[in-house]
């Protein structure tokens, strides 16, 4: 059975604040009604994420940047040409450019969420900045989860 909301969260908790969208997952899990949505999880975003569209309402990608304007952005995403398509490591856009060019239709509305983050390197904590940003986009998601579909209808961003 397909959901109709994928929230996709990419991230490596060995990396400090790249654990931003799994720790967020987590939250979501213990915290929120979940209801007609999907999690996944995993280390980076690749083609093969774009079989993971098919069939939704509405997909929120979920990530965390270094120059991401704190304490989070949040954006409609579309499919884009100008981000390279690599074999892994890829951007939203690019996924949603590989799902329009596999399944030969538009893909979900599809949104970015990116938590700011500090500090990436192999083997760090979580800054506390991080988890205040955390805190703060939970709230977010918990919103905006009572209401999806308004997204859809009002392109909503912040």
């Known amino acids: ?9 990419v991230g490596n908790e060995s990396r400090g ?23 996944l ?9 774009a079989a993971d569209l098919v069939d939704r309402e509405l997909v929120i990608f979920v990530d965390a940047g270094m120059d991401t304007p704190a304490p989070y952005s949040f954006y409609h995403a579309r499919p884009d040409d100008d981000h390279t398509l690599f074999s892994h490591a890829l951007a939203p ?4 450019t590989t799902y329009l060019r596999i399944y030969k239709q538009p893909p979900p509305p599809s949104y970015v969420l990116c938590l700011r983050g500090e500090q ?4 760090t904590q979580l800054t506390q900045q991080a988890r205040q940003h955390l805190q703060l986009a939970l709230e977010f998601m918990q919103k905006l989860l009572q209401e999806p579909r308004a997204l859809v209808w009002e392109g909503y961003c912040i």
């Open 120 to 123: 990436f390197e192999l083997g």
């Open 1 to 9: 059975m397909t959901f109709p909301i994928l929230i996709l969260a």
């Open 41 to 49: 999880e995993d280390f980076q975003l690749q083609i093969e994420h």
């Open 17 to 39: 604040d790249d654990a931003l969208a799994p720790l967020l997952l987590r939250q979501l899990k213990q915290h929120t009604d979940l209801s007609g949505v999907e999690l």
């Open 93 to 96: 856009e690019a996924v949603l």
